[in-house]
């Protein structure tokens, strides 16, 4: 049963470029959410997805935007990059469901992102 | 949004050594969660809480819900060098819509098993 993946591993970019990165959830699961981690943080909500709209989303301006497949993978998008993008970036995958279960959110290893 | 504050920021310990870590939140949670984060990789669940005063085990590791809804504590028991790694305290931020809800997490415990 193959867990959440996430590419690439890792990336490189320059200020004012853009980014793309994937997401495939766990077996099962139909929720994406997605978070940002800077170095000694711990991970900060970004957005979710489920049935391919963006259900909720944290305080994170318009240059990231995301998307949902009918496969359930997802991907998020970066515009416009910034230095304070540079952050290890986490999808989490869970199961809608109803009473506590639905907290229960998987991770990947997450992508490196570095902007230079 | 909820806060929520881990403590102690970070802790070298003598392997064999029991561990005590706890989380506190200025807003009443309904869950807690307990993560684990290695170098490189994401987090991976521990332990799951639902019901205030709930004591739950996974192995060495033991976690309970605070009877105020407002704090959890983690103890690790007869530590080893694998328990090296940072802890991360996590709860829901409330959504009355579709799908699963969005976490909050702390700043994390930073763990150093010295051998």
């Known amino acids: 049963d193959a867990g959440v993946t996430q590419s690439p591993t890792h990336l490189i970019k320059t200020r004012g470029q853009q980014v793309t990165l994937r997401c495939s959830p766990k077996s099962g699961h139909d929720t994406v959410s997605w978070y940002q981690q800077a170095l000694g943080q711990g991970p900060q909500f970004i957005f979710q997805?489920?049935?391919?709209?963006?259900?909720q989303r944290g305080n994170f301006p318009d240059r990231f935007s995301g998307h949902q497949f009918p496969n359930y993978s997802s991907e998020l998008n970066v515009n416009a990059l910034l230095l304070g993008d540079s952050a290890l970036y986490l999808c989490?995958?869970?199961?809608?469901?109803?009473?506590?279960?639905?907290?229960?959110?998987?991770f990947g290893a997450g992508t490196r992102l570095s902007v230079l | 949004g909820q806060q929520l504050n881990q403590s102690p920021q970070s802790m070298f310990i003598q392997e064999g050594e029991d561990v005590s870590m706890n989380c506190t939140s200025s807003?009443?949670?309904?869950?807690w969660l307990w993560y684990k984060q290695d170098p490189g990789e994401g987090p991976v669940l521990l332990i799951a809480l639902y019901k205030a005063g709930e004591l739950t085990s996974n192995g060495r590791l033991t976690a309970q819900f605070g009877i105020t809804r407002k704090d959890s504590f983690l103890n690790i028991s007869a530590s080893i060098p694998s328990d090296v790694g940072i802890y991360f305290c996590a709860g829901p931020e409330t959504y009355s819509g579709a799908g699963s809800y969005q976490l909050t997490f702390g700043k994390g415990t930073k763990l150093s098993v010295i051998p």
């Open positions: 989490a995958s869970s199961l809608r469901a109803s009473g506590l279960a639905k907290n229960i959110q998987y």
């Open positions: 997805y489920y049935e391919e709209e963006e259900r």
């Open positions: 807003s009443i949670f309904n869950t």
